[in-house]
C-alpha cells in the first residue's frame, strides 16, 4: 500500500513540474514580451561579395560566394510596436580574394557586427508573420592572409548605412527570421589598392528551443 502511495504521490508532483520557459501563443506576443534571441544558421544562409583590385589599366573586379558560419540576432518589440533589433552579428568563413591580388589571398576571421540598435515599424499579416525594413550600419571585423603567409589584423571598418529587409515567421515556441542584406558602391577601401563594391547576404535564424 505505501509503495502505490508513493507513486502516486510522485506522479502527482511530476505533473505539477513546469515543462519548460515560459509559453506564448504567437510570435507576436513573445516578441512583446522580451527580447527574443535567434541564432543564424550556416545551412539556412548563403551569400556573395565582389571585390576589386587596382591594376595598371583601371579596376580589376571578382565575385565569389561566401559562406556563413555563424551568428545571432537579438529582436523585440518595443512599446510602440515596432521591431528593434539590438544586436546582430554575422562571423564568414574565410573569403578567397584569389583574381584581386597577384598571388593567392583570403580575408579570415570576418565578423560584421551592428554599431548600433535600430527600429522601424513592421508589416503584421498574422500574428505569427510580419516583415520590416530596417536601417543599419555594420562594424567589418577582418584579418587578411596572402600567399600562405600569417594572416594580419586590420583596422575595424564602418560599412555604410545599408537597409536590411526583415521576415518573421513560426510561432510562439519557435521564432524563425530571415535577414536579407543588400548593399552596392563602395562599401569599404582598403588604402585605395582593394575595394568591396557589393555584398550580399540571406540569413535564416530561429531560436534554440
Request: negative net charge.
Amino acid at each position: 500500500m505505501r509503495y502505490f502511495l508513493a507513486i502516486a504521490l510522485f506522479a502527482t508532483g511530476c505533473m505539477e513540474l513546469p515543462l519548460g520557459g515560459p509559453r506564448y501563443d504567437s510570435v507576436r506576443e513573445r516578441m512583446s514580451e522580451a527580447p527574443t534571441s535567434l541564432f543564424i544558421h550556416d545551412e539556412m544562409s548563403a551569400g556573395s561579395i565582389t571585390a576589386q583590385r587596382r591594376g595598371s589599366d583601371g579596376w580589376i573586379a571578382g565575385t565569389t560566394d561566401v559562406t556563413v558560419d555563424h551568428g545571432y540576432v537579438r529582436a523585440a518589440l518595443d512599446g510602440n510596436g515596432q521591431l528593434e533589433i539590438d544586436q546582430l552579428e554575422i562571423a564568414l568563413a574565410p573569403i578567397s580574394l584569389d583574381g584581386v591580388f597577384a598571388k593567392p589571398a583570403e580575408l579570415q576571421n570576418v565578423i560584421l557586427r551592428l554599431t548600433h540598435s535600430t527600429r522601424a515599424d513592421a508589416t503584421w499579416t498574422s500574428s505569427d508573420n510580419a516583415s520590416a525594413t530596417l536601417p543599419m550600419t555594420f562594424d567589418f571585423d577582418w584579418w587578411i592572409a596572402i600567399d600562405g603567409e600569417a594572416p594580419i589584423p586590420l583596422a575595424t571598418q564602418q560599412l555604410p548605412s545599408i537597409n536590411v529587409g526583415v521576415d518573421l515567421g513560426g510561432n510562439g515556441d519557435v521564432v524563425e527570421a530571415s535577414v536579407d542584406i543588400s548593399a552596392s558602391g563602395v562599401l569599404w577601401n582598403w588604402a585605395d589598392l582593394v575595394q568591396i563594391t557589393s555584398l550580399d547576404l540571406t540569413l535564416g535564424a530561429k531560436t534554440a528551443d
